[in-house]
């Protein structure tokens, strides 16, 4: 008879959450229409200058004591949004921006648990900017999601 399985430890369980976040992430910002490209890590160029982009990357994780059997833990993940000004002209590059951002956030509005992944995800927040990329001045936006989890902890 086989024995059972070893409990995961505590490393083990905060490296898998990430890895599940962050694809579950991938998943929802790949039904949001018009990007052209969704990453899970930070790059240097876009595929083929593939306007716009999204970079999914981990940000933070706290915890916290939940009882003697459980601890609160939050997952922190930095989306970052790109579309270049260049090519699509002012106008049309902000107008890009505000659709995704109506989108993104209404996404996670209505999806509080990632499909039943985590117990809750907070209200995203973010911020806007213009930043320099390989092809000159960018639209910028970095929305910040907060994943909250309940792990087993071992006493």
């Known amino acids: ?38 990453y899970e890590y930070e790059i240097d160029k876009p595929e083929y200058g593939k306007y716009p982009f999204v970079t999914i990357t981990m940000a933070n994780f706290e915890g916290a004591f939940g009882d003697n059997i459980r601890n609160l833990r939050t997952y922190g993940f930095n989306l970052r949004f790109y579309q270049e000004r260049a090519a699509f002209g002012n106008e049309k590059a902000e107008r890009i921006m505000r659709e995704m ?11 509080t648990t990632l499909s039943g992944l985590v117990k809750y995800v907070k209200p995203v927040s973010g911020d806007l900017t213009y930043v320099d990329r390989e092809i000159g001045d960018t639209r910028f936006a970095e929305i910040v999601v907060e994943a909250m989890s309940v792990v087993p902890s071992s006493m």
């Open 101 to 111: 951002m109506d989108e993104v956030t209404t996404a996670f509005d209505a999806d």
């Open 1 to 38: 008879q086989e024995p059972p399985p070893e409990e995961p430890t505590e490393e083990e369980l905060v490296a898998r959450f990430f890895v599940e976040i962050s694809s579950a992430l991938k998943t929802k910002l790949s039904g949001v229409g018009g990007l052209n490209g969704v």
